[in-house]
Structures are given as structure tokens and as C-alpha cells.
Nanobody
């Protein structure tokens, strides 16, 4: 099973990106899915996750800014990231909590 993350890029502070993660498999709707990130020189940290019932949880650093969502019909999980800050610069990884599978990562760079 391969998780395909996309949507990263270079944006200015205050900008917006939406990350997408495609998760093949018929049991997607039963999974808890999430996003992690790893900034240069730092450990990987959880950003947000969403349960099979659609209940989200956020890290304190992004609570109130980022929104995680899922579309079970499309086997997709999303991370909307408005009001981006330089501190959000990192490689963002999609994660399947049930099978403990990582996506390949997508780079987000917030810089003027």
C-alpha cells in the first residue's frame, strides 16, 4: 500500500496550501489517518489526525489554523493550511495509523 502525498510548495508567510494524500485500499474508511511534519534539524512531529468517524485532533502549534478532512468516497485525506508561517516549513508526511504506513512526503516552504 502506497500513500501518495501532494500539494506542497513555496509560499509567502500568510499564504495557503492544501495537502492531499491518496490512500489506496478498500478499508480506507475504517482507518485513522494523519499528517506529520519534519522540519530541518528537528524530529518528526504529529500535525493532525482524523478518525474513521471524522473526528479531528490537532497539535497545539496548528490548532485553530489548519484543518484536516477526509473523503472516504475518494480515499483521500486533506490538510488545509492557511496563514502559513516560516515555522511551518517542513516535509509533510501522510500516515496510516492502522497499518503504520508513511507516505513519501511533500515539502512545504514558507518564505518571503
Amino acid at each position: 500500500v502506497q500513500l501518495q502525498a501532494s500539494g506542497g510548495g513555496l509560499v509567502q508567510p500568510g499564504g495557503f496550501l492544501r495537502l492531499s494524500c491518496a490512500a489506496p485500499g478498500s478499508r480506507f474508511r475504517f482507518k485513522t489517518m494523519g499528517w506529520y511534519r519534519q522540519a530541518p534539524g528537528k524530529q518528526r512531529e504529529v500535525v493532525a489526525w482524523i478518525t474513521s468517524s471524522g473526528s479531528p485532533t490537532y497539535a497545539d502549534s496548528v490548532k485553530g489554523r489548519f484543518t484536516i478532512s477526509r473523503d472516504n468516497a475518494k480515499n483521500m485525506v486533506y490538510l488545509q493550511m492557511p496563514s502559513l508561517e516560516p515555522e511551518d516549513t517542513a516535509i509533510y508526511y501522510c500516515f496510516d495509523f492502522n497499518q503504520r504506513i508513511w507516505g513519501q512526503g511533500t515539502l512545504v516552504t514558507v518564505s518571503s
